[in-house]
């Protein structure tokens, strides 16, 4: 599963985009396609291990799970595509267009009010827990086991 | 107050774009690269085996890159080739990106390389996701692994320019039903070329050498339709042939290839004037 590789490279670009603001993440949002091959279970529990002691640590996830749809080219049917996926139009058998569902994208970030390791209101980061993951490019990836 | 950054980044934003640089790198060489998939024991290394031994016979500058969890028993089997052969060792690791491969590539790979095989890890999830700059993916599944494969596994499959069936030559002995299999290939990738194999008689192997030939030659690969909406993103950033199967969508980067920082500030608001937006699920939001 390489959905901690996913969180790893998401916690790494939104440490980049809010170097500078010197706040905590209070929540991120993400925006995955059904059929993105990311099971957004098993990125929930990921990113929990992705954001320790980084600005993301106790941060919120928010998962926008977008339908895969795709609308045939024959005759202009536009439907679902279920999962897994049937790709040509249940109608008329032609070859679909995919309309979305291939979406992996980080949206958009909300700061806290406060710096890293602040204390928020409702609830506070977990405690840092030294040595996880930074991701150099080759120390980043994952076992798959 | 809350402050809301706007990102709209790709999360694989890294991976594309070490991929393009290596398309790039391949291109200058005249290399060109097949990105092979499958799950362990497809008999994907024996396949490779043959395949490269075909190459050399016939001729053409072929190399290949093998990348496994921990052991070289693959490598040592290809390189009986004749064809060069290096091993790349994941330590455990579940997919190839495109940096680590470059890195690997870089003062390894033999001058006027024609095709370039790369056994990605035995896995059909996480290998799918990484562009590897390849110009050709080929997703293959031996008879014994069930005709269900393809709708098991349906954005390896569904993104791979060409499906290779092996071990064609047990199929009735384990009862493969061939039909059924098919019929999952085109659910999830109407109209992909497929091959069958068997890498013990040698069928199959010089029609996917010959494949693999014409996709090098220019030929234009098909395209899934997993693939396709991609191409609605390609403007932000020039992908040249434009046929790789990449997997990341989004106007990452926003064309200038600046980190989302540079203005210290954050990129922007979504709404302007009112800067502080609050996630639409805001719990934390004040
Ligand atoms: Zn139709």
């Known amino acids: 599963m390489h959905e901690l590789s996913i969180a790893v490279a998401v916690v790494e670009q939104v440490e980049e985009a809010v170097r500078d603001q010197g706040r905590a993440v209070a929540s991120l949002t993400l925006r995955i396609g059904e059929l993105a091959g990311v099971v957004p279970e098993a990125l929930d529990f990921a990113f929990a291990l992705a954001t320790e002691g980084t600005v993301l640590a106790g941060a919120r996830l928010l998962i926008d799970t977008v339908e895969g749809r795709g609308r045939c080219e024959g005759c202009g049917r536009e439907a679902p595509t279920g999962m897994p996926p049937v790709l040509w139009c249940t109608g008329c058998g032609a070859t679909l267009t995919l309309l979305g569902g291939r979406e992996l994208e980080i949206v958009r970030v909300v700061l806290a009010d406060g710096p890293p390791g602040a204390e928020s209101a409702e609830d506070g980061p977990r405690p840092a827990v030294a040595g996880l993951p930074t991701r150099d490019e080759e ?3 994952v076992p798959h086991r | 107050m809350c402050r809301t950054v706007d990102l709209h980044q790709a999360v694989l934003a890294r991976n594309d774009e070490n991929a393009l640089a290596l398309r790039g790198y391949l291109g200058d060489r005249g290399t ?5 998939l499958s799950s362990p024991g497809s008999g994907k290394t024996a396949l490779l085996e043959q395949l490269l031994a075909r190459a050399v016979a016939a001729g053409v500058p072929a190399a290949a890159v093998t990348a496994d969890l921990a052991t070289e028993n693959d490598a040592t089997r290809l390189a ?3 064809a060069p052969v290096r091993q790349i060792l994941t330590d455990g690791l579940c997919h190839l990106e495109a940096g680590m491969l470059r890195r690997r590539l870089e003062g390894w790979m033999p001058e006027g390389t024609r095709l370039l095989f790369v056994e990605n890890v035995g896995n059909l999830v996480c290998p799918a996701s990484y562009d ?16 269900d494969k ?9 993104l791979a320019q060409l499906v290779v069936i092996t071990k064609t ?10 039909e059924a299999f098919l019929r999952g290939v085109e659910q999830v990738n109407p109209g992909v070329p497929v091959l069958e194999t068997s890498a013990r008689t040698g069928v199959g192997v010089d029609a996917l050498l010959a494949h693999v030939l014409r996709a090098a030659d220019g030929e234009e690969a098909h395209v899934p339709v997993l693939a396709r909406e991609h191409e609605r993103y390609l403007d932000s950033h020039d992908h040249g042939d434009g ?3 990449h997997v990341h969508d989004g106007d990452h980067g926003h064309g200038d290839g600046r980190g989302p920082s540079s203005g210290g500030r954050g990129r922007h608001d979504d709404v302007p004037g009112a800067a502080p937006v609050p996630a639409e699920t805001g719990g934390n939001a004040p």
Request: hydrophobic share 40%.
């Open chain 2, 132 to 147: 590897l700059g390849e110009t050709l993916r080929i997703a293959l599944a031996s008879v014994t692994e069930g005709e």
């Open chain 2, 150 to 158: 393809p709708v098991k596994y349906p954005t390896a499959f569904g």
């Open chain 2, 80 to 82: 009986r080739s004749g």
């Open chain 2, 32 to 36: 060109v690269a097949v990105n092979l």
């Open chain 2, 169 to 178: 030559d047990i199929a009735d002995a384990v009862g493969f039903d061939r």
């Open chain 1, 139 to 141: 120390a980043g990836h």
């Open chain 2, 243 to 245: 046929t790789g199967p």
